[in-house]
Structure formats: C-alpha cells, structure tokens
Nanobody, 126 residues
Framework: VQLQASGGGLVQPGGSLRLSCAAS????????MGWFRQAPGKERDLVAA????????YYEASVKDRFTISRDNARNTGYLQMNSVKPEDTAVYYC????????????????????WGQGTQVTVSS
C-alpha cells in the first residue's frame, strides 16, 4: 500500500486542523495505522494509533483529549483531527501502516511500521 498524507498548514494556537492519509494499491482495512510527528532536531514520535476496524485507539499523553484518530476503510483513508492546537504541536506529521491479521492490534513503535506517507508540515503560530 502507498500512503499520501495531506492537510497540513499554518494554524493559530487554539485552532483546528484535519490531516488525511489516503491509501492506494491495497485495501487499508488490512493495516493497523499510526500518526507520528517529528520536530526539527527531535526524534519521530508516535502521536496516535488505531487498529484495523477502529476497535482500539491509543494517544500520546500530550494530545489526548485534543486529537482524534479515525479511519474510513470504505474510503481507504485515515484521519487525524487536531483541536486546540498548541505551538508545541508544530512538526512534520507522518502517517504509517503495517499489515496485520489481528483486528485489534496497535503498533506504538516506529520501526514496526513498514509503510510511510511523505509527511505534511503543521505549523502552529500566531
């Protein structure tokens, strides 16, 4: 599967943004997914993860209650809804996917994903 992330941009603190991750080449429902972010000079960190049919989700502590990960397998697309954004959310955001036969599997480590989108820049600034 190939992944294409989009939806990044410049947003003011407290604002909202929705990132999309469009999959092609294979049905997305066979994959567990995650969103990562990488700020300049820092490592790529997990933001959120979602199992194949959205039965399980995981959020990094700093985004819990602000971000929502979701997916629409019929549209072969994953999403990250970002609300109440803060300057520290500024980073390049990447979507990732890994093939699995386990419907409820979540993957939290970057090196366990083998499909990556190209990244989309999110800048939170007034």
């Amino acid at each position: 599967v190939q992944l294409q992330a989009s939806g990044g941009g410049l947003v003011q603190p407290g604002g909202s943004l929705r990132l999309s991750c469009a999959a092609s080449g294979h049905t997305l429902e066979a994959y567990t997914m995650g969103w990562f972010r990488q700020a300049p000079g820092k490592e790529r960190d997990l933001v959120a993860a979602i199992s194949r049919y959205a039965g399980r989700t995981y959020y990094e502590a700093s985004v819990k209650d602000r971000f929502t990960i979701s997916r629409d397998n019929a549209r072969n697309t994953g999403y990250l809804q970002m609300n109440s954004v803060k300057p520290e959310d500024t980073a390049v955001y990447y979507c990732a996917a890994a093939l699995t036969d386990q419907a409820l599997r979540l993957i939290l480590k970057a090196n366990e994903y083998d499909r990556w989108g190209q990244g989309t820049q999110v800048t939170v600034s007034s």
